[in-house]
Nanobody
């Protein structure tokens, strides 16, 4: 069973930056399209960024131009660089395969104050 461990969240002011990391155990990491999801209070979990096994990326309109997803297949790790953060980005952030095929980790809290 793959384990996902997210880290890097915190409290920042509007306009600040954070870099999230997600480490995955197991040997299937490199062949999977990976995604960063977020869930704000009272809202459904949503996919905000995805990176294919070959490196192609996709972003939700709400984060396009501000967030950058990357991966290191040697380290079984996916990253999310978040710049120009806004209060609307406040949420718990999770990683998973784009198809949500693995067990969810504990997530990492991101709080953006205005």
């Amino acid at each position: 069973q793959v384990q996902l461990v997210e880290s890097g969240g915190g409290l920042v002011h509007t306009g600040g930056s954070l870099r999230l990391s997600c480490a995955a155990s197991g040997s299937d990491f490199r062949i999977n399209a990976m995604g960063w999801f977020r869930q704000a209070p009272g809202k459904q979990r949503e996919l905000v960024a995805a990176i294919m096994s070959g490196g192609r990326t996709n972003y939700a309109d709400s984060v396009k131009g501000r967030f950058t997803i990357s991966r290191d297949n040697m380290k079984n790790t996916v990253y999310l660089q978040m710049d120009s953060l806004e209060p609307e980005d406040t949420a718990v952030y999770y990683c998973n395969t784009v198809s949500k095929g693995w067990r969810w980790g504990q997530g990492t809290q991101v709080t953006v104050s205005s």
